[in-house]
């Protein structure tokens, strides 16, 4: 019971940080988020949600931001048990009516070389690149890193 | 009946035709095939020496980490995804294990040892768990004890003369003797791991 308090304590705290989007056109963009990394991590992984409410496919092509260096868009793939990290060179397609996500399949935004340290509380603004919606003007809010907040089991108490 | 019979016998025939075509192919590919790659379970390949240096700048050798058993991954700290997922992972493995986390050494070493020096390796594991040894040192002695344990890593240049590393994706857990027992995945959930955890800790 005390568990399950704790439980629904998290989910109504957590929540509001959830709720965080933005909209330009037939583009929803939900919850830009960073992961925390630790002080001295020379690039910090990016993740978004976009939406494509109109009737022609859209394409994410780049992030800016003057919070880091740069900003790239990249693909984890594991091949054969190997890691490797490649550019989306084409950006990441958001098929009409379709939601697509930067995280689903090891996608990330890759921000290099931020200017400080940014922790978990901290925002981080950028502007998404779009081919046909032009630039849109975000902020990633930077959270935990999941896999220490909440691993997928219950009675991890941190 | 006896076409039921030659039936039988045609099939009796080619069955052992196939059998001698797959000794033949058998003995061939041991003849002439690729040496063996794959992880002997026997050959103690985690007790091959090496020298590197702990993220408090402190020497140490293969000797270091046998006597318990241990689990080894391998990454860097340009990494934005995998790396620190990884070690986020662990620790909250470690977590999980509570006071039998200490009947573990658990060990993270840098492919990019020209990068990662002692100090930044300090930094960025312990952000994730004190209990996690941070490796790095010279490139030639990542190399080699990459190589005794069949471990991949490369350089991938980027534009502008960056650069990222492609390794070994899994953990790899290693007997108090230092004889490969068996690795950790991601996507295996959280559940599986812990049990290999804590089988790999029970046989000491």
Partial sequence: MQKLILALAIAVLTAPAQAHDFTSGSIFIEHPMIQEAPPNAPVLGGYVTIHNNGDVPERLVGIESEAAEKVELHQSVVTDGIARMEPLAEGMEIPAGATVSLGDDGTHAMFIKPDRRYEAGDEVAATLIFENAGPVEVVFNVEERSAKAAPNHEGHGK | ?204
């Fill in chain 2, 1 to 204: 009946m006896t076409g039921k019979t030659s039936t039988g016998m045609r099939k009796l025939r080619i069955v052992l035709w196939a059998l001698v075509v797959v000794a033949a192919a058998g003995a061939g590919f041991l003849a002439y095939g690729p040496k063996p790659t794959g992880v002997s379970e026997v050959e103690a390949i985690y007790a091959k020496p090496f020298q590197l240096v702990d993220q408090n700048g402190a020497a140490v050798t293969e000797a270091s980490f046998l006597g318990k058993p241990s689990a080894w991954f391998y990454g860097f700290t340009h990494c934005p995804d995998v790396c620190p997922t990884a070690l986020a992972e662990m620790s909250a493995l470690l977590e999980e294990l509570g006071p039998d986390a200490d009947k573990l050494n658990v060990v993270f070493v840098s492919v990019d040892p020209e990068r990662d020096t002692p100090e930044i390796m300090k930094e960025y594991v312990e952000y994730f768990d004190d209990r996690i040894t941070g490796l790095t040192g010279d490139l030639a002695q990542i190399s080699t004890m990459a190589k005794d344990r069949y471990i991949f890593f490369e350089k991938e240049p980027m534009e502008g003369g960056d650069y990222l590393m492609g390794h070994q994706a899994s953990i790899q857990l290693v007997t108090a003797d230092g004889r490969f027992f068996g690795t950790l995945a991601t996507e295996e959930g959280f559940d599986t791991r812990m049990a290999k955890l804590r089988r790999l800790i029970g046989q000491g």
